[in-house]
């Protein structure tokens, strides 16, 4: 027998066993995922469009669905430039402090998103270090839209950087070099070598980024000071309505969160297959 077959043979499961994983699997996903999913969309729609539709379009609804698109159209931008310069000095070039920056990249997956917050607060509040300053020239960062952002892009930006990190390890630096010899400006290089061999990679990391971007809570909760029509995103908008019991109009805005989950979902499926299959090209051109 063939060592191929023997390995086969070692893996192999009775069908049973294949069969009941398989089940729990797809149980667990309808009780955590399906099911909620959609609740949402049937509590949304239960009474009607014209409900639902007056839940969009109303005052409140309006302005917490305009702040959070304000939010993520500064914030993604920014952590996309930060995230290619970061992910090109870390895989490019080799310099004291390497292992802090990445480090710090990674500092808010690790720090509690309220912590965050509260941070901003205690540094750009009345009573923090900068609040004097800001109040004698009539400048509000926290409980107003600079402050929102400014959480924002503290939550989102290890999303782009650390989607280009390994494939740009992985690429090496020798297109470069070899560009720079052949006498390519820094810019060319980017422009006609590096961002091409990216170009999927990073895409995913903006769609990873503006999602949690627009669905961001506990930072975003604690700097707004929850100002009806003025600071509330559209997270902080469902939180209040469904305090305040109105269920229909609290699940018509969660939709469009949820809506933007499941376009989300198969932009990054087509969009990570595209990253595996550039970054496997990557290592085995690495490895000849």
């Not at 080799?94 to 509690?112: H, N, Y």
């Not at 297109?175 to 390519?184: C, D, T």
Request: aromatic content about 12%.
């Amino acid at each position: 027998m063939s060592s191929r077959a023997e390995g086969r043979n070692a893996t192999a499961e009775p069908a049973w066993v294949r069969r009941t994983l398989i089940a729990v699997a797809l149980l667990f996903l309808a009780l955590f995922l399906f099911v909620p999913l959609a609740t949402v969309f049937f509590e949304a729609l239960k009474k009607g469009w014209e409900v639902y539709l007056a839940a969009l379009v109303e005052d409140d609804a309006r302005s917490a669905i305009w702040l959070t698109l304000i939010a993520a159209a500064i914030s993604v931008p920014l952590n996309l430039v930060f995230g290619v310069a970061a992910a090109w000095c870390i895989a490019k070039f080799e310099f004291r402090g390497k292992s802090l920056l990445l480090t710090l990249i990674d500092l808010p997956f690790s720090v509690s998103p309220v912590i965050a917050g509260l941070i901003f607060v205690l540094v750009f509040g009345l009573q923090g270090w900068f609040g004097e300053a800001l109040r004698d020239h009539d400048l509000k960062v926290i409980f107003a839209v600079p402050g929102i952002v400014l959480a924002t892009v503290f939550i989102t930006f290890p999303f782009v950087a650390r989607e280009l990190i390994p494939l740009m390890q992985a690429q090496g630096r020798e297109q470069e070099e070899a560009a720079v010899v052949l006498g390519a400006s820094g810019w060319q290089v980017f422009r006609r070598v590096t961002l091409p061999n990216i170009k999927w990679a990073l895409l995913y990391g903006v769609i990873l980024c503006n999602a949690r971007a627009m669905g961001e809570f506990g930072a975003v909760s604690v700097v707004s000071g929850h100002i009806r029509g003025q600071t509330n995103t559209m997270p902080l908008h469902i939180e209040i309505l469904y305090n305040e019991y109105q269920f229909a109009a609290a699940f018509a805005v969660s939709s469009l969160l949820a809506g933007l989950a499941l376009v989300t979902l198969g932009l990054k499926y087509l969009v990570e297959r595209r990253v595996k299959a550039q970054l496997s090209s990557a290592r085995q051109d690495d490895t000849h």
